[in-house]
């Protein structure tokens, strides 16, 4: 893995894409506009929104494991529980 190439570090804040389109998505609708941290950078992977269509996947995409309190997501949520999840880069913005 290049993290050279990664745009976010682990502890980052980040923000995911509120976005709703077409196609193959692999973000989970539950945590689109929601802010996190980055746990950890898994590396770079061909892109599965390009593969599920039939083409070549790239340019490769750098997949990062991204913590959110689950407080944040549900109104019952516990703050002392977290919930992770594989978020590729293109969905995610730094958090203001």
């Known amino acids: 893995m290049n993290a ?3 745009r976010f570090r682990p502890g980052d ?3 995911v894409k509120f ?4 196609g193959h998505i692999r973000t989970p609708w539950y945590i689109r506009g929601k802010t996190g941290w980055i746990e950890r950078i898994h590396g770079e992977f061909l892109n599965p929104e390009s ?3 039939g083409r070549d996947g790239l340019p490769k995409k750098t997949l990062y ?4 309190n ?3 997501l549900w109104d019952k949520g516990n703050n002392a529980d977290k919930l992770l999840v594989d978020i590729y880069e ?3 913005d730094p958090a203001a």
Do not use: I, N
């Open 70 to 72: 689950q407080s944040d």
């Open 51 to 53: 593969l599920a269509f």
């Open 90 to 92: 293109h969905w995610l």
């Open 65 to 68: 494991l991204v913590a959110f």
């Open 19 to 22: 976005e709703d389109r077409p």
């Open 4 to 6: 050279d190439v990664a």
């Open 13 to 15: 804040r980040v923000k």
